[in-house]
């Protein structure tokens, strides 16, 4: 069963407009996520993470965004460029059970020049 | 540099025929893990390492071995490969052990067993 979902499997965005990602998950004892960034060819490489104790963080033109209450979170990009087209994947993890994370589907952003 | 190295890259293999997949982290990190990723699915994590010695299952362990005898090397053994194996796979790698912190992917492992 997926706890973490992405049901945007992509999003195409016009460069310099803001990109929206989606995250669903189910497990209330989630307490804290992560959203990497991969590129074909590659590993996922970090991007930003936050902590259920937080329901913002920023960093440069990143910003996650987190709802308790509606198990959601979201990563802003603004403002979006080419380089950022890649497969964004969220992943979520508990103290309950450490050391184990939970990922998303991932979902393909297209920036367009 | 620091980074995670996996071998091989891609390796094509039949049914039944033993394999190891090799990863080498050289970032004296603590934590390893192995995911496959499958379309539609995610990554899933399979095996997780804490320390040396110190190995526990994720949530897609069946049909897989590991071995954490060194801190740098975390091997990920298919006894007897089967079809449903056919998957792309990262070993990753983690400064501590706490929930806390970000993973360092390896470049993957593209396997096909037929």
């Known amino acids: 069963d997926q706890q973490v979902k992405q049901n945007s499997p992509s999003l195409s965005v016009q460069e310099g407009r803001i990109s929206i990602l989606n995250c669903d998950y189910t497990?209330?004892?989630?307490?804290?996520f992560l959203w990497y960034k991969k590129y074909p060819a590659e590993g996922p490489t970090f991007l930003i993470s936050?902590?259920?104790?937080?329901d913002k963080n920023e960093d440069g033109r990143f910003t996650v965004f987190l709802n308790k209450s509606a198990k959601h979170l979201s990563l802003h990009i603004v403002p979006s460029q080419p380089g950022d087209s890649a497969v964004y994947f969220c992943?979520?993890?508990?103290?309950?059970?450490?050391?184990?994370?939970?990922f998303g589907t991932g979902t393909s952003l297209t920036v367009i020049p | 540099e620091a980074q995670v190295t996996q071998n091989p890259r891609y390796l094509i293999t039949v049914t039944g025929k033993k394999l190891t997949v090799t990863c080498s982290q050289n970032?004296?990190?603590?934590?390893m893990s192995w995911y496959r990723q499958d379309p539609g699915l995610g990554l899933r994590q399979i095996y997780y390492?804490?320390?040396?010695?110190?190995?526990d299952k994720g949530d897609v362990p069946e049909g897989y071995k590991v071995s954490r005898k060194e801190k740098r090397n975390f091997p990920l053994i298919l006894e007897s490969p089967s079809p449903n194996q056919t998957s792309l796979y990262f070993c990753?790698?983690?400064?501590?052990?706490?929930?806390?912190?970000?993973?360092?992917f390896g470049p993957g492992t593209r396997l096909t067993v037929l």
């Open positions: 936050i902590s259920s104790i937080k």
């Open positions: 390492s804490m320390n040396v010695e110190v190995t």
């Open positions: 992943a979520a993890s508990t103290i309950i059970i450490p050391n184990q994370f939970y």
């Open positions: 970032m004296n990190h603590e934590y």
């Open positions: 497990n209330s004892m989630f307490d804290y």
């Open positions: 990753a790698s983690s400064p501590s052990q706490s929930s806390y912190n970000e993973q360092f």
